[in-house]
């Protein structure tokens, strides 16, 4: 007998039978796929519904901007959504995480070649993962990144294999682009970062990497000024460089962790902000992520034949109303079946890349709590606009050919 959309039955401790159901969705490639989250037997017609959630790093992003601060929207949509898919500027909040079964960890780079359907995202149990760490970090802070990593293998039993040191400082650099605000910077040797990383690849086998990086540290003005909740982090923009290059060059998950001395006490800090307080590292929360990132399938015959997720698969992208510029955005956008693009005007940056000025369609909302119930509408099949006063006009028609085939108008 097949398993596929077929009950187990088994007993209860009172006797009482209840079916078990393994849901395997058939796509129209006559492939099975199954889903990255626990399909309900309510939904068992309906494929899995999937969001991306976008919140770009470096732009002072009202919310998602500071330590993790996008982490209750993700929270929230995974309630909604059946999948999401989102990066680590969202997912990362120093030492803390919060686990997410439906939730995809994708690098930003990965999430722009998936969104252009070069990429697709193949689920997975777990990685295993290596450790890049930087030569020009001190003896002391290098010792307590490796006892957070101890602590993860330890604690939370994640696969985390070795770990090698960069044979160059990879000196980094950092500052803010004048023409638009936006966080960036460089490291002098990425070739260093390159060897490391290829090393852990070829000796230990693995298939997924974590960077931390010696940052210079920050100004006190500077710090202040992020620890209230102003302004940009300054780190983020060279932080998604980092990982970029890696997952250009080797196309496996990577995230990355700044090595910085801990800031003196202060009794003014912002909530968005104090998840960076609290210790000597930001690296747990990547490695919890990395752990079981999807990974990246870049050969396109390999599509069909693996139960991955593809960008077709997207239902709705959800960002800040401003920062649409993005390759993501853009690519979503410009497809001839695109998802639905809800923009949260509340969740401002320092970028004016809006929808009206790029030309995209798509739907404005006013805050998080709006753009999940648009998802939560779109999800059950109900046009966003019959939620709202007087939003749903008379059907009009866009064909000069009736029903019966005259012509009815000419203007």
Known sequence: MSLLNNPTIFSTAAGRKLPLRFHVL???????????????????WKRPYTSVLIVPTGIGASIGGYAGDALPV?????????????????LNAAMLYWP?????????????RFAESVWALQPVHQNKVGL???????????????????????????????????????????WVNPKNGQATGRIKNPDSLLRAVQSLCDWSMVNAVAVVARFPDDDVDDVDEYRQGKGIDLLAGVEAIISHLVVKNFRIPCAHAPALLPPPLTQSLCPKSAAEELGYTFLPCVLAGLANAPQYLTNKSDFQQNSCIVAGDVDSIILPADACGGDAVLAFANKKSKPIIICVQENE??????????????????????????????????????????????????SLISANGLLTSVS
Not at 134 to 154: C, F, K, N, S
Not at 361 to 373: C, F, L, P
Not at 388 to 393: G, H
Request: glycine letters at 4%; aromatic letters at 4%; hydrophobic letters at 35%.
């Open 26 to 44: 058939k796509s129209k490639h006559r492939k099975f796929r199954v889903s990255c989250s626990n399909y309900h037997s309510s939904n068992k």
């Open 74 to 90: 993700a929270r929230t949509l995974a309630s909604v959504a059946d999948c999401v898919i989102s990066h680590p500027n969202v």
């Open 100 to 112: 997410m079964p439906n939730v995809l960890y994708v690098e930003g780079y990965a999430l722009d």
């Open 132 to 174: 890049v760490l930087d030569a020009g970090i001190e003896d002391e802070l290098r010792t307590r990144h490796l006892q957070v990593v101890d602590a993860t293998r330890a604690s939370l039993g994640l696969p985390i294999l070795e770990y090698i040191v960069t044979d160059t400082p990879l000196e980094v650099e950092k």
């Open 349 to 398: 940056t320092v970028l004016n890349d809006t929808p009206d000025k790029l030309g995209i369609d798509v739907v404005k909302v006013s805050n998080y709590w709006e753009a999940i119930g648009v998802v939560a509408a779109h999800k059950a099949g109900v046009d966003p606009n019959s939620l709202r006063r007087d939003k749903i006009k008379n059907i009009s028609t866009n």
